[in-house]
């Protein structure tokens, strides 16, 4: 509040009509515009969004550039991050790790966000036996605790090829299209208890009431009058959903369950040079090591910096 | 009283029924025939239809319709065998024929042995850490501790188990390794409890300044009580709830163990024999410990629930 009307009488020294109202998009945009933080780690976020974006133009055949020569050099010149076993550039590995990263974070989160909040929505909303219903399915999902719900399901996963041999063929064992299902549909037991938790606060909120009483339907009430007043929830399960889903890709990955065979990823990285250091090859393990921390710092940050600015009641001491 | 404990008992029967279906689903349906892995192929239909046989799973999916009900065939299928294996636990391997009690058994007192000392010491070394960065709250400690925490959370599990075991092999490379000594364990309790400190430390100290700022603190402050009493006293005290339903938490994983850090340093616990049973496609043994680690995460739930309804009467009211 206090930062409002101090911008106001900045304004209004200058002469200039205040702006009063201001949504809350707007606050938070201000907000987080003026945290240095906040800017720095958005800025990391954009650049590792960049780097995965044109790694995969720059570097299309990196799994199949064998060069058993220049097998395991350390870093020089030629190779900035030096050679993996095959001769493969590891700093290639390493920026086509934030493409499968970053793709598996965001697709994640597209299935479970949206679903954990139209799920919570109905629950919260109607009650009664649906919310009975979908309280049952989440408290039986998350009574399978964290990394054994995505291994099992994963396991589950193996063999299955949705829609074979159509042109929307699913590998969920060995594909990518596994990983994003498995981190979808197991992880949106939180968003849907916030977005539950809320609307049954909302739902007797009196703009509510007066919608019921001129008698707009239910569902209209649900989507139009309830849902635009989740969406902050939503962006702030996203972004700290996508450190979630990251560091769940590595750990599959790493297990062998996760991306399939010559898929560049940090997982396989640190998999594969898991016994590197004892014979002192460091390199290959510290890129990805690397890679995956400053990313995981920024979208940690950045996400606690964006609860804060969208949504003051949650805010951390 | 009686009432709310009856409902909290009653849903966890659901849930639990819930977590038969979903292995059940996952497991049974979703997986599919894994006879390949263990019947060669060259041998052909004979050999795989004996295996099937043998581990009942050629018997009908959910009922078999062509007897009536009250008939004890038709409730002999996959689904209701599924069911009374999953509460019982007597299922049988499909690599080694052993019954899974015998094998969690045998090898629980080793996942045991890591994980009771990490939860313990991790724990003690978190409320003393968050209590001294709460205490000195907006000094250069607290900034520190917290910087340190965040920066202790995003740093890869893998990279503190990979550093933290080459770093032992090179001060004593035989106990880097399996259990050949008692003082192997020492490395990977340390490793996770280390891995784990920032997310709880950041944890704690936020429930401890959230307690911090309520009425009572600044009435106890006013009638002149000194402030490290304040803090031992009425704030731990009142922190109990949220960090005890956190460790409530942890309890599946007392049993399973920590699976990334068993397999690592070769510690034959539960969680070891979790990952090599999904490699080996070992359905009884991975449905079995899913199973198990759901039933014990909702015991534990229940008891903590049942426990904050006796001793805080806002709740049993609610």
Redo the contacts between chains.
Sequence with gaps: MEEVSEEIVEEQLKGKTPKVGRSLWADAYHRLKRDKVAVVCFAVIVLYVIIAIISSFLFPNWAENYDYEHANLPPSWEHPLGTDDFGRSVLQETMLGARTSLTVGVMANIISVPLGMLLGAIAGYYGRFIDDFIV??Y???A???G??RL???K??????VLFANTPFEMDLGGGMSGIYIALGVMSWVGTCRLVRAEVMKIRELDYVLAAQAIGTRRIVILFRHIMPNLLHIGIIQFSLGMVGAI?AE??LS????GVGTGVPSW?VM?SA??MD??VGRWWE?SSA?GA??II??AL??FGDRLRDALDPRLR?? | MAAFVIRRII?SI???F??M???FV??RL????VSAQYVNPHLGREARITWLERHGLNKPLIVNSKYPFWKKKFWDTQFFNHFVDSITFRVRSYQTNELLTDIILKRGKYSLALTVPIMAIGWLLAMVISSIVAYYRDSWIDRVGVFLS??G???????YM??GQ?FM?QVAPTSAWGLGHRYNIYVPIMIAVIAGLGSSVRFY??II??ETNRDYVRTALAKGVPLTGVMFKHILKNCMLPILTSLV?YI??LI?GS??LEQ?FGIPGLGDL??SS??A?DVPI?SG??FL??VL??GA?LLTDILYAVFDPRIRLR
């Design positions: 049952w399915l408290t039986t999902l009574s399978v605790p990394i054994i291994i099992a399901i396991f589950a996963f193996q063999d299955v560091t590595v750990i790493y297990l062998g369950l997982g640190i040079a898991r250091l004892v393990l090591v995956m921390f995981i710092l940690n940050i951390t001491a | 849903q659901f849930t639990i819930g977590v279906l979903l292995t996952l497991f979703v997986a599919g025939d965040v920066l959370m995003c740093i890869p599990y893998l990279a990979i550093i080459w092999f100290r936020t300044l959230d938490v599946p994983f399973m699976l990334l690592f979790m990952l999904i490699n496609r991975v410990l899913t680690v759901a995460y909702t739930l």
